[in-house]
C-alpha cells in the first residue's frame, strides 16, 4: 500500500509499503534519493538499499535503535514483527466508538474513535493523552488497487493525536502530536516475494545458482504463482530463509518441462540466527538426497493444474549438475531456436541478467 503522512499540518512523507507474515519492506525519498528498507523478521536482518547508487547495507534488526512501524518490542526485549492490531492501533482493550460517515478522498467512510491514556506509537516511544480515528471503507462498495478490487471494508486513514513521549516511562521528553496518513492501494493480495528481492546485496561468487527442470508446461500460466511455489517448496525442504531463494526465472520449455534458474544466496554474518545454511551446504544436500530418477527430493504444485511434481536437476552428465552457462548454451540450442518470439525474448533477457 502506499501511504501519505501529514505531520504537524506541514510536513508530507510518502511511502510504499509490502507486508508478509516474516518480511517488510518500505520505499520512501530522502533528499530526492530513492530509499528502500527490507526487514526479514525470520533471520533478524535488515537490508537498507539505495536505489540510485545501488548500494547495500546490512544489520541486525536487534540493533536498531531508532523507530520503525513495523517493529514492536516484546517484554524479554525481543524485536518483532508488528501484528495487524498493533498496526492499526486496534484490538483488546482499545474501545472505539462510531462517529458516523464522512468522506476520505471523495470516498465514503466510516469513522471510529478512540480516546486513550496511552499507546505506544514506535519503539521507544509512546503516545498519552491521545487520540485514534480510524476510516474504513463502507461495506459493500468496493475500492480499486494496483493488485486487486476490495470489496469487504478497507483502512482509508488513520489520524493520531496527542502528546508523544520518547524518553521512556517519564515521559521526559514529550511533544505534541499531530499526524494524519491516507492509505491508498491497499490491499489483502499476497505479495509477491520478489519485492523483498536482496540479491543485489550478495558479493559475486557469494551465491550459487541451481538449474532445474519441472515437469508440465506453464507458460501462459501465472509464472508469478509458478515462482511462490519453487520458493516454499525449496525453502522449507532446506530450512533456509525465503529471501535466501532469489533470482527465479523461467528459461524456457520443450514438450516435457519448464526450465528454470535460481540463486541461493548466503546468509549475512549479521543475522540472528543459529547455524544458517550456506549456499554449499544447501546444493550438497540436494545433491545427497536427489532420487534414483535424478530429481530433487521436495515437490512443488503446478499453479495451473494443481498438480504435485518433483524438479529434477538439468545435466550435462551423469555426475555434475550443469554450470549455468552450459545449461544455457544447452537450453538456447534446443529449446529457444524452436520458441515463439516472446519466449525467445524473455530467455535472452534472463540468461543475460545471469
Same mark, same amino acid.
Given at each position: ?14 511511502? *510504499? ?12 525519498? /530522502? ?5 528502500? !528498507? %527490507? ?7 535488515? /537490508? ?9 547495507? !546490512? ?20 524485536? *518483532?514483527? *508488528?501484528?495487524?492490531?498493533?498496526? +492499526? ?7 472505539? @466508538? /462510531? ?26 516511544? =509512546? ?20 493488485? @486487486? ?8 486513514? %488513520? ?9 521512556? &516511562? ?22 509477491? #516475494?520478489?519485492?523483498? &528481492? ?15 527442470? %519441472? ?48 540463486? %541461493? ?19 550438497? &544436500? ?11 527430493? #521436495? ?8 498438480? =504435485?511434481? *518433483? ?15 552450459? +545449461?544455457?548454451?544447452?537450453? /538456447? ?11 525467445? =525474448?524473455? +530467455? ?7
Amino acid at each position: 500500500m502506499h501511504i501519505e503522512r501529514v505531520v504537524d499540518a506541514n510536513t508530507v512523507t510518502t511511502e *510504499r509499503e509490502f507486508y508478509d507474515t516474516q518480511l517488510f519492506r518500505v520505499d520512501f525519498l /530522502y533528499e530526492s534519493t530513492p530509499y528502500s !528498507v %527490507i526487514h526479514d523478521f525470520e533471520l533478524g536482518l535488515q /537490508y537498507f538499499i539505495n536505489r540510485r547508487l545501488s548500494n547495500c547495507s !546490512v544489520d541486525s534488526i536487534a540493533n536498531l535503535n531508532f523507530s520503525s512501524y513495523d517493529i514492536a518490542g516484546g517484554p524479554d526485549g525481543a524485536k *518483532r514483527m *508488528r501484528t495487524p492490531t498493533e498496526f +492499526f492501533r486496534v484490538g483488546a482493550g482499545y474501545n472505539f @466508538s /462510531y462517529e458516523g460517515v464522512t468522506k476520505i478522498r471523495g470516498i465514503e467512510a466510516e469513522a471510529w474513535i478512540s480516546v486513550r491514556d496511552s499507546f505506544p506509537l514506535n519503539l521507544g516511544s =509512546k503516545v498519552v493523552n491521545g487520540t485514534v480515528e480510524l476510516f474504513y471503507s463502507r461495506p459493500g462498495s468496493t475500492i480499486s488497487s494496483l493488485l @486487486s478490487n476490495e470489496t469487504a471494508p478497507v483502512p482509508l486513514a %488513520i489520524n493520531l493525536t496527542g502528546t508523544l513521549c520518547y524518553d521512556g &516511562d517519564d515521559c521526559g521528553k514529550s511533544t505534541s502530536l499531530s499526524s494524519f496518513s491516507t492509505f491508498y492501494d491497499f490491499s489483502t493480495t499476497e505479495p509477491d #516475494f520478489d519485492v523483498f &528481492d536482496t540479491s543485489f546485496c550478495a558479493q559475486p561468487g557469494q551465491y550459487r545458482i541451481i538449474s532445474m527442470k %519441472i515437469p508440465g508446461h506453464e507458460f501462459g500460466a501465472d509464472i508469478g504463482q509458478l515462482r511462490r511455489s519453487i520458493r516454499l517448496g525449496l525453502t522449507e525442504y532446506a530450512n533456509i530463509s525465503l529471501l535466501q531463494v532469489a533470482s527465479i526465472e523461467v528459461v524456457g520449455e520443450d514438450d516435457k518441462y519448464i526450465y528454470v534458474t535460481l540463486q %541461493i544466496l548466503p546468509v549475512p554474518s549479521a543475522a540472528d540466527y543459529p547455524d544458517p545454511q550456506s549456499p554449499d551446504d544447501v546444493l550438497q &544436500d540436494l545433491r545427497s538426497f536427489t532420487t534414483s530418477d535424478d530429481c530433487f527430493p #521436495f515437490t512443488i504444485q503446478l499453479p495451473s493444474s494443481g498438480e =504435485k511434481v *518433483r524438479p529434477c536437476w538439468v545435466r550435462v552428465d551423469p555426475v555434475c549438475p550443469t554450470t549455468s552457462g552450459e +545449461f544455457l548454451h544447452i537450453l /538456447y540450442s534446443n529449446t529457444v531456436n524452436k520458441a515463439t518470439p516472446w519466449v525467445q =525474448k524473455r +530467455f535472452l533477457y534472463s540468461a543475460m541478467s545471469l
